[in-house]
């Protein structure tokens, strides 16, 4: 079955710095990926979907790659700022969308 | 538009008793999921609806659970006899499968249940 790991340990960065955090998988070739942030006791946010032919994919302070060889994607925030800090997910999507896989999730923690 | 909701928020409940939650998708989209999320876990697919079809099951889901979206709007995902260990966070999710914002899962509140 597939497995999706995502750091189980919070990342712990300072204000204004870059935070890159990582989704690998296994056992599964997803048509696309998401990210999702999730703050305590609500429900997940869509941040941002890239698919399987796409390497790279930005949105404002934020940008997403995707390695289908490696099966892996790194989510980067830049110039993080304390209200960034959240759980981020990561979620693997089939081509008719009719099922999700999510990751665990990373704690991160910008501190001013 | 409001978002999806969820009700109830919270419910407790004691082993053995059925529990109905319900979920009201953004009015246009189509596509409709049911997750569950743990404590310190990503959420868990359980079920997906397009229009009023169910598609997509997750073998996880027993027989305990059925869910319903008729004629294509709102949801109810039903546990009978519920134990404790379906104590969980129930949460919903809706998309569209056409459009700008096209396969962004918007995601509800979230039922907290508590089986005691």
């Known amino acids: 079955s597939q497995k999706i790991e995502q750091n189980s340990e919070a990342l712990n960065i300072q204000e204004g710095k870059t935070a890159t955090l990582t989704c690998n998988y296994t056992?599964?070739?997803?048509?696309?990926l998401q990210w999702y942030r999730q703050d305590p006791g609500r429900g997940p946010v869509f941040l941002l979907l890239?698919?399987?032919?796409?390497k790279e994919k930005r949105k404002e302070r934020l940008k997403v790659t995707f390695d289908t060889t490696l099966k892996q994607s790194l989510f980067h925030i830049t110039a993080s700022q304390p209200a960034d800090s959240a759980t981020y997910l990561c979620?693997?999507?089939?081509?008719?969308?009719?099922?999700?896989?999510f990751g665990s999730g990373t704690k991160l923690n910008v501190k001013p | 538009d409001t978002g999806v909701s969820q009700n109830p928020r919270h419910k407790i409940t004691k082993r053995g008793q059925n529990v109905t939650f319900r979920c009201d998708p953004i009015?246009?989209?189509?596509?409709l999921y049911w997750y569950r999320q743990t404590l310190g876990q990503g959420p868990e697919f359980l079920t997906y609806?397009?229009?009023?079809?169910?598609?997509?099951k997750s073998r996880l889901l027993s027989d305990r659970f059925s869910a319903e979206r008729p004629k294509g709007s709102f949801s109810t995902l039903e546990i009978q006899r519920t134990e404790q260990g379906d104590s969980a966070m129930y949460l919903c999710?809706?998309?569209?499968?056409?459009?700008?914002?096209?396969?962004?899962?918007?995601f509800g509140p979230g039922t907290r249940l508590t089986v005691l």
């Open positions: 999710a809706s998309s569209s499968s056409s459009g700008g914002s096209y396969n962004e899962q918007f």
């Open positions: 056992n599964y070739s997803p048509a696309y």
């Open positions: 890239i698919r399987e032919n796409e």
């Open positions: 979620a693997l999507g089939a081509y008719n969308f009719n099922k999700f896989y």
């Open positions: 009015s246009e989209h189509n596509r």
């Open positions: 609806f397009q229009n009023e079809a169910q598609l997509e």
